[in-house]
């Protein structure tokens, strides 16, 4: 029992460096492949479409919510305690700096993150990636790189909607149900904003839109078993960039905030 539980631990941990190992190694493959960029830029246009526009519907129904909740929570927080005319201080707040970078970058991850796996996990095992480099094409710049780069680029531009939306949202919560004005929510948005706190959301988009590009793709290379490894690997790739996230999102804010 002892023994088992030891090798279970061992080969667990082993698993663990294995994975860190690799996407190490997938990042600086990345990296190396950059220059390479516009050889096949269209490829790097249609992941854009796939993970930007694609993903806007979604993004903009979960952020309407997303600024309704936190209007509603923070005058319930503020009642009796806090004036409401730092309601709007207070959503502005949450909603640049940890709402709309987080929560964009989860729906994302579930979407796009699992699409990635999906996608390039059964390119690997029908053999279609070994075919690309039977005929000398780089499965890392033809088919990681754009991914790469559109997540990176596009997430900022989401979480960009995602932060407009959700401040309406708020807004039109406050007018209708709080019963505060217009103009005493946007007095109270406008008086504490600061342009770092929008880089600083903006950069952790950034962080996460690499990681759900780069696991995604990870995952994707790394399936085997047919069909059931497809979804195992999409499962892993949702759930893992999921945690990074949220474990990146902690260090980001100690780092900037800290």
Do not use: W
Not at 96 to 116: D, F, K, N, S, Y
Not at 214 to 238: H, L, N, P, R, W
């Amino acid at each position: 029992m002892g023994m088992g539980l030891v090798s279970y631990i061992g080969s667990k941990a082993l698993g663990f460096f294995t994975d860190v190992g690799g996407v190490a190694i997938l990042l600086k493959a990345i990296v190396f492949n950059l220059p390479r960029l516009f050889k096949n830029f269209h490829l790097t246009v249609e992941q854009m479409v796939f993970i930007g526009v694609n993903s806007l519907p979604l993004i903009i129904f979960v952020s309407i919510f997303t600024g309704a909740v936190s209007s509603v929570q923070a005058a319930y927080q503020f009642h009796n305690y806090v004036p409401m005319r730092y309601l709007g201080t207070a959503v502005g707040k949450a909603v640049v700096i940890e709402l709309g970078p987080v929560l964009t970058a989860l729906v994302v991850a579930g979407r796009v993150g699992a699409a990635i796996a999906a996608e390039l996990g059964t390119m690997k095992v029908t053999e279609q990636i070994d075919a690309l480099e039977t005929l000398a094409i780089d499965p890392i710049h033809y088919l990681v790189v754009p991914r790469f780069i559109s997540g990176i680029t596009m997430l900022p531009i989401l979480v960009l909607f995602s932060d407009l939306v959700a401040i309406l949202g708020a807004l039109v919560v406050a007018v209708v149900f709080v019963d505060v004005s217009a103009h005493t929510f946007l007095s109270g948005l406008k008086m504490f904003f600061h342009l770092s706190d929008l880089f600083a959301g903006l950069f952790k988009a950034f962080i996460f839109g690499g990681i759900i590009a780069t696991i995604g793709c990870y995952q994707g290379f790394k399936t085997t078993g047919g069909a059931e490894g497809v979804g195992t690997s999409t499962t892993k790739a949702v759930v893992i960039s999921s945690v990074l996230i949220l474990v990146a999102d902690y260090v980001i804010a100690s780092f900037l905030f800290g």
